[in-house]
């Protein structure tokens, strides 16, 4: 039984809610928030038994709870990833009344949860109120909250197909499609495959519920700047056929597939057996008004930014990203590496049990999830944990190794800043990835120690484990619009010069061992209130409304030329529509 509570709010999903008033105390509420709203389903949906009814939230940050007209239906933890629910039967028990949606959603971070955080109570009495408390993280943007992305309800037949699992491979001409699908609800059913190319072609099929498709004169699919076609996608179209004493079931879903490997030498990275150098950026799923709801302009904005830039890659820095992100990814061929949200591991206490099953479950969660895409190349289990601590060892092998079993086809790392000779985890990563901030945090406007200190760092690392490297950030903040000469901190004079140093550096090491440089950030972004922040996170080469500061033109000038130096420019380039 609910009660009507007498502040509710409109309130849109998909959407942080921390930005959508003027309440302060919600902008930064921690706790439980309550989502309701009510919703007439098609009549055919409470009628037919055969069909079955799903709610489907593709994330809510943190924790969910989910009722259907008053009876709960599911508890989800973690902020990133979607859940689901089965709720036909629900619908069915009140058919005349409208169904009730109601999600409570809980942003509180504990040492347990990914991301960690801890709640803090000041007992001070002369300086804070009675159960005054504040949620401590350490990670560095803003702990926006609530339903983030659709909330949908889609049907399927009783017999249905739950999973589908591909991994490509070719060999000279012909592309190799190993195929697995996963059927619920029939005692027995027949499967059908058939892939398709762009044209709607038929080029290979099955009727089994595995195996392997041959493809002849395979389009295979090639990363942005590095084909003149890239991101190519077949169509495998897996139709399921069920009966029961009751009725007939058919059950299809189409899967883009792109057929492309992915391999780690000691010093390369190679996509289709080519070295593949990751010119691209950092970014967050942040922005103005929604915070972190999915928000369409703005993805499309941005990836008109990321291909104007001539990049051809990002890291899904820190947690999982909207699965339409990863579509767009896909289709475009822009290059990701897929990272979970653990960030800010930082107290011994997130290394226990508690801590590690969760991460290990949260990895399933995320593999299941995006393992089809082709655009994904790498999975990253964390960012900059304090991977010199005892307990990182063990963490970060049962961490890996358990990656590794749920997907074999792809590299693993963990995103570390730790010096190379304390770092726990490395010796279980595929390839290094290190972020540093030298003439920033280090040594704060000594532009000239940049290329020392970089050296150093990549032959420290390359010396002790012989991988390859990739900068996983690097960058410094630029407040838009203000310059001096010779430059200062927070000047995009400053930030332009930082990248060059790196730049200098990197085109040194690329041709041995660095296999890629992401810049940190993208654009810039929302951080909790602390005196080293203004308004935010200010290291994007874009503002947070996403227009150019002047290191944007910069990082386009050398990813264009590292791009006509190590690849092949996509046709639009050479023939570009007349606008
Ligand atoms: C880092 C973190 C990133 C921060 C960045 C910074 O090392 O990985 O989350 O935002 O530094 O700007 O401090």
Redesign the pocket.
């Known amino acids: 039984m609910f009660c009507q509570t007498d502040h509710v709010i409109d309130m849109p999903v998909p959407a942080s809610y921390n930005d959508i008033t003027q309440d302060p105390t919600l902008r930064d509420f921690i706790g439980w928030v309550w989502y309701e709203r009510e919703v007439t389903v098609p009549a055919r949906w409470i009628t037919d038994e055969g069909i079955r009814v799903v709610l489907r939230v593709g994330s809510a940050h943190y924790y969910s709870v989910v009722w259907v007209n008053g009876v709960k239906v599911t508890e989800h933890e973690g902020g990133h990833l979607p859940f689901e629910a089965e709720i036909g039967t629900l619908l069915r028990k009140e058919p005349t009344i409208p169904c009730r949606i109601t999600i409570a959603v809980n942003n509180t971070l504990t040492l347990h949860t990914l991301p960690p955080g801890s709640i803090q109570y000041m007992n001070d009495s002369t300086r804070y109120p009675d159960g005054f408390f504040v949620q401590n993280t350490n990670?560095?943007?803003y702990n926006y909250a609530g339903i983030h992305r659709p909330v949908l309800l889609y049907t399927t037949p009783k017999a249905y197909l739950d999973d589908i699992t591909v991994v490509t491979d070719f060999k000279d001409n012909t592309g190799l499609v190993r195929y697995s699908v996963s059927v619920q609800g029939a005692a027995s059913a027949t499967v059908k495959v058939t892939l398709m190319d762009t044209g709607g072609h038929c080029v290979a099929s099955s009727n089994e519920p595995s195996g392997v498709l041959k493809v002849a004169d395979v389009n295979l699919w090639w990363p942005y700047l590095m084909h003149e076609n890239p991101g190519y996608l077949y169509s495998l179209e897996v139709r399921l056929m069920a009966t029961d004493e009751r009725s007939t079931y058919e059950d299809v879903y189409a899967l883009p597939v792109g057929i492309r490997t992915v391999n780690v030498t000691s010093n390369q990275f190679l996509i289709n057996n080519k070295p593949f150098y990751f010119h691209g950026v950092n970014k967050h799923e942040d922005a103005d008004i929604r915070g972190k709801g999915l928000d369409w302009p703005l993805v499309v904005k941005d990836f008109n930014l990321i291909k104007w830039l001539g990049a051809n890659s990002f890291r899904t820095?820190?947690y999982p990203y909207a699965e339409e992100i990863l579509q767009m990814c896909d289709r475009h061929g822009i290059v990701v590496i897929d990272e979970s949200p653990g960030?800010g591991i930082k107290d011994i206490r997130s290394f226990g049990n508690a801590s590690l099953t969760h991460h290990l479950a949260v990895m399933d969660e995320l593999v299941r999830r995006d393992k089809n895409h082709p655009s994904v190349v790498m999975w990253s289990v964390a960012?900059?944990p304090a991977s010199e601590m005892p307990p990182a060892e063990n963490y970060f092998k049962t961490l890996i190794l358990h990656t590794k079993a749920l997907d074999p086809t792809r590299p693993v790392t963990y995103?570390t800043?730790s010096n190379y000779a304390r770092d726990k985890g490395a010796p279980f990563v595929d390839v290094i990835c290190v972020?540093s901030?030298f003439s920033w945090?280090h040594d704060p406007g000594h532009l000239e120690l940049i290329s020392l200190q970089l050296n150093t760092q990549f032959e420290d690392w390359y010396g002790k484990y012989k991988k390859p490297i990739i900068q996983s950030?690097y960058?410094a903040?630029a407040v838009p619009g203000i310059h001096n000469d010779p430059p200062v901190m927070f000047t995009e004079e400053y930030q332009k010069v930082v990248l060059q140093n790196y730049h200098n550096m990197f085109d040194q090491k690329r041709k041995k061992y660095v296999i890629g440089e992401l810049i940190?950030?993208f654009a810039d972004f929302m951080?909790t209130q602390g005196i080293t922040r203004v308004v935010g996170?200010k290291?994007g080469i874009f503002t947070r409304q996403r227009q150019p500061k002047a290191a944007a033109f910069l990082l386009k000038e050398r990813y264009w030329k590292l791009a006509n130096e190590t690849g092949t420019l996509p046709l639009w380039t050479k023939y570009p529509c007349p606008l």
Do not use: M
């Open positions: 990670f560095d943007f820095s820190h960030v960012n900059e995103i800043d972020n901030y945090y950030e960058g903040d940190w950030n951080t996170n290291k």
